[in-house]
């Protein structure tokens, strides 16, 4: 429990950090953080809080879809945003074209890496993931219409408030998928790869069902 705990953490903060580098990238970055982004520079609020605020938010949408979260769920919620700031602050903006996409390439390749190990502590998904699930399980929506429409939105309303849509979106759009399927297997486990694109199966991701008292192992 205690490796599962660390690698969860490892995993965010990897994922806080990989955000960054895109951003300083500058572009293009993924809907969510573009959503974000929009609203940061609406309102004044730093990305990293608004990241936490709509995490929230997304979650609250869990309730009539009556989707569980998990301790990776919360803590996504909870630590994504600050590991994200944390990563703005330690990271310069790139001063070239060049050093710019090698900063998104980094970023984007970071985010692959990261998702393996944190979606491999079994913790749960986090809050996006599992709306979609969500939408699928409930309302039979498949992953993918649900996946495009939530993300399409929130991309246009991330675009019209000022966030950074470009090539780099184009990018993440069509190189994310790829990538997570070479390191969801290789650092997640099989299994646990296919439950994460599968959400139909019974997921390993959940807590494995207690087995009768009968059955356990003596303490």
């Not at 965010?12 to 573009?34: H, K, S």
């Not at 929230?56 to 600050?82: D, E, F, K």
């Not at 903006?93 to 060049?98: E, R």
């Not at 039979?140 to 991309?155: D, F, M, N, S, Y």
């Amino acid at each position: 429990m205690t490796f599962r705990v660390l690698r969860l953490l490892v995993g965010l903060m990897l994922y806080g950090f990989a955000e960054a580098l895109m951003i300083r990238g500058a572009i293009g970055i993924d809907p969510w953080t573009v959503f974000s982004q929009g609203i940061s520079r609406s309102t004044g609020l730093s990305i990293g809080l608004l990241t936490n605020l709509i995490g929230i938010a997304v979650l609250l949408l869990w309730i009539p879809l009556r989707q569980r979260p998990g301790l990776g769920t919360v803590l996504n919620v909870l630590l994504l945003g600050p590991f994200m700031e944390l990563g703005l602050w330690l990271l310069p903006a790139p001063g070239s074209l060049l050093l710019q996409v090698l900063s998104f390439t980094a970023g984007l390749l970071l985010l692959a890496v990261a998702s393996g190990i944190y979606i491999g502590a079994r913790f749960g998904p986090g809050p996006r993931d599992g709306l979609m699930t969500g939408l699928h399980a409930r309302l039979g929506w498949p992953i993918w219409l649900g996946r495009t429409l939530i993300e399409a939105t929130v991309l246009g309303a991330g675009w019209l408030l000022g966030g950074d849509v470009g090539f780099g979106t184009l990018a993440f759009a069509l190189l994310i998928g790829p990538l997570c399927g070479v390191t969801l297997p290789l650092l997640a486990g099989r299994k646990v790869a296919l439950a994460a694109v599968s959400p139909s199966t019974p997921s390993p991701l959940s807590p494995p069902p207690s087995r009768p008292a009968s059955s356990r192992a003596p303490v």
